[in-house]
Antibody, heavy 118, light 108 residues
Framework: QVQLQESGPGLVKPSGTLSLTCAVS?????????WSWVRQPPGKGLEWIGE???????NYNPSLKSRVTISVDKSKNQFSLKLSSVTAADTAVYYC???????????WGQGTTVTVSS | EIVLTQSPATLSLSPGERATLSCRAS??????LAWYQQKPGQAPRLLIY???NRATGIPARFSGSGSGTDFTLTISSLEPEDFAVYYC??????????FGQGTKLEIK
């Protein structure tokens, strides 16, 4: 079955750029799904960041849109998140997930903790 | 942006009891609502999609209902492993695909 694995630096300096990758295994990123990023600050709820389709079409949370870029690399079967100008408020567990459109986010990565600190 | 309000914030019940969790949307989302369960240190798990359809492998004690702006997740008889945080998510009008703030289901 499809599995997702996030990777990237666990520590990012303020004003820097957070960069994460989600590797897709057991299935193709070119399947008819959206590929999403969700984050969860310590002790808080879930925040939807954005999503990408294998064609490259993207949707972003308006609250983050000016700082977020999600891209896809079909040759590596993975997708990526870049969040620029980070502050301590961007400290969170970041999850990647498969979104089956009308059927919800049915496959999730284990999550990766990113701390923004100097 | 559609805002989802979940209630109660915390629900204290005993194993074997029935749990009823509510999610209210600031405007109609038709039946495009999902429910997720999250346990400490784990990723969320999809329970219900399209308001009332159980996801693959989800036990029959979990059921969802509602349409428009008012939705309910019901757990018919609580098992010890059901104590967790539950989130609703609207999938009607995006971006963003907003989540509710969560309901913590704790053991009484």
């Amino acid at each position: 079955q499809v599995q997702l694995q996030e990777s990237g630096p666990g520590l990012v300096k303020p004003s820097g750029t957070l960069s994460l990758t989600c590797a897709v295994s057991g299935g193709s990123i070119s399947s008819s799904n959206w590929w999403s990023w969700v984050r969860q600050p310590p002790g808080k709820g879930l925040e939807w960041i954005g999503e990408i389709y294998h064609s490259g079409s993207t949707n972003y949370n308006p609250s983050l849109k000016s700082r977020v870029t999600i891209s896809v690399d079909k040759s590596k079967n993975q997708f990526s998140l870049k969040l620029s100008s980070v502050t301590a408020a961007d400290t969170a567990v970041y999850y990647c997930a498969r979104d089956q459109g009308g059927h919800g986010m049915d496959v999730w990565g284990q999550g990766t903790t990113v701390t923004v600190s100097s | 942006e559609i805002v989802l309000t979940q209630s109660p914030a915390t629900l204290s019940l005993s194993p074997g009891e029935r749990a009823t969790l509510s999610c209210r949307a600031s405007q109609s989302v038709s039946s495009y609502l999902a429910w997720y369960q999250q346990k400490p240190g784990q990723a969320p798990r999809l329970l219900i999609y399209d308001a009332s359809n159980r996801a693959t492998g989800i036990p029959a004690r979990f059921s969802g209902s509602g349409s428009g702006t008012d939705f309910t997740l019901t757990i018919s008889s609580l098992e010890p492993e059901d104590f967790a945080v539950y989130y609703c998510q609207q999938r009607s009008n995006w971006p963003p695909r907003t989540f509710g703030q969560g309901t913590k289901l704790e053991i009484k």
